[in-house]
Nanobody
């Protein structure tokens, strides 16, 4: 089992920044994991935001956040981050981190393919 704990959400004005953290733990956690960030706004489906593979650090972003959001990892702390800049009201959602074991380390964008999820953290961007 892998446990994921997110932190760093909050209320920010449009144009502001927030950094989310996702701490991973568990006996089976290893470098063969792909980490994904997803978000879900009220009445909408959960959507992919960004992903990073634990081993090589390759990243992938949804078009809606490309150039504004950056995901990174700290192997020593078993933590991934989502730096969110130039936030917009439409970024308001509950943000989740997720983990998927993968020997190919390919970043996938489908929520159903991830095995472990954090509890989510609320991000609210006011206009």
């Amino acid at each position: 089992q892998v446990q994921l704990v997110e932190s760093g959400g909050g209320l920010v004005q449009a144009g502001g920044s927030l950094r989310l953290s996702c701490a991973a733990s568990g006996r089976t956690f290893s470098s063969y994991y792909v980490m994904g960030w997803f978000r879900q706004a009220p009445g909408k489906e959960r959507e992919f935001v960004a992903g990073i593979n634990w081993s090589g650090g390759s990243t992938y972003y949804a078009d809606s956040v490309k150039g504004r959001f950056t995901t990174s990892r700290d192997n020593a702390k078993n933590t991934v981050y989502l730096q969110m800049n130039s936030l917009k009201p439409e970024d308001t959602a509950v943000y989740y981190c997720a983990a998927k074991w993968s020997d190919t380390l390919v970043i996938v964008t489908t929520a159903a393919r991830y095995d472990f999820w954090g509890q989510g953290t609320q991000v609210t961007v006011s206009s």
